[in-house]
C-alpha cells in the first residue's frame, strides 16, 4: 500500500521558517518524480515545486522561487520543502505528491500526479 505522509506544518509569523516533511512508503521512491502543492481555502491546488527521481532537477513556482528549497534522499524515502521568508499568502494546506518517472525533468501539474498525502497546515500570520 503506497502511503505518503506529510509533517512540519504550523502557526508562524512572517518572515519564519519552516521545514516540511514527506515520508513516502509502499513504493520505490527513487522510480518517481515528485512535488509539493498547496491549497487555500477556495482556490485550486497549486504546484510549488518538484524534482525529478534523482533529485537533479527541482522547478519552482514563480511566488515561491529564491524562498523555498525542495530536497528528496532516495536512500531514506523522504521529500523535504525547506520554506524561508515567509508571506501570509503562503498560508495554505501543503501536500506532497509522487508520480512514476524516469525522465530528466519533472512537472508542478497536480494532474500527473497519482499518490498524495493527507497534507498539512501551514499558516502565516501578518
Known amino acids: 500500500q503506497v502511503r505518503l505522509m506529510e509533517s512540519g506544518g504550523e502557526l508562524v509569523q512572517t518572515g519564519g521558517s519552516l521545514r516540511l516533511s514527506c515520508i513516502i512508503s509502499g513504493l520505490r521512491f527513487e522510480d518517481y518524480a515528485a512535488g509539493w502543492f498547496r491549497q487555500a481555502p477556495g482556490k485550486e491546488r497549486e504546484g510549488v515545486s518538484c524534482t525529478s527521481w534523482s533529485g537533479h532537477y527541482t522547478d519552482y513556482g514563480g511566488r515561491v522561487e529564491g524562498r523555498f528549497t525542495i530536497s528528496r534522499d532516495n536512500t531514506k524515502n523522504t521529500l523535504t520543502l525547506q520554506m524561508n521568508s515567509l508571506k501570509p499568502e503562503d498560508t495554505a494546506m501543503y501536500y506532497c505528491?509522487?508520480?512514476?518517472?524516469?525522465?530528466?525533468?519533472?512537472?508542478?501539474?497536480?494532474?500527473?500526479?497519482?499518490?498524495w498525502g493527507q497534507g498539512t497546515q501551514v499558516n502565516v500570520s501578518s
Open positions: 505528491a509522487a508520480t512514476p518517472s524516469s525522465g530528466a525533468a519533472c512537472s508542478r501539474d497536480p494532474k500527473v500526479y497519482d499518490y
